[in-house]
């Protein structure tokens, strides 16, 4: 069983940064993307950044340019540093792992989600 434990959420002023980050526990065997999402209340869940295990990297284009994602597979973690925050940024961020098990099934794990609040 996998678990996805996020962390680094938090109440900031529009401008500042804050550095999410997500460790996942448990046997996997190949990861093949990481990514986080948001949903802000009585929104969907809208991707914000992807990373895949070669190292690609897919932002949002509200995002662009202020959202950094990075990742480690041997660690398996997977991070967002979010710099110029605004306040349409507030929502809660998700990260997913997509995970290949060794049947070759492919198999998305969620984390529990991780508030951010910014404050204009």
């Known amino acids: 069983q996998v678990h996805l434990v996020e962390s680094g959420g938090g109440l900031v002023q529009a401008g500042g940064s804050l550095r999410l980050s997500c460790a996942a526990s448990?046997?996997?065997?190949?990861?093949?993307?990481m990514a986080w999402y948001r949903q802000a209340p009585g929104k969907q869940r809208d991707l914000v950044a992807a990373i895949t295990s070669a190292g690609s990297t897919n932002y949002a284009d509200s995002v662009k340019g202020r959202f950094t994602i990075s990742s480690d597979n041997a660690e398996k973690t997977v991070s967002l540093q979010m710099n110029n925050l605004k306040p349409e940024d507030t929502a809660v961020y998700f990260c997913k792992f997509v995970v290949r098990t060794i049947a070759n099934y492919v198999i998305d794990y969620w984390g529990e989600g991780t508030p951010v609040t910014v404050s204009s």
């Open positions: 448990g046997s996997i065997f190949r990861i093949n993307a």
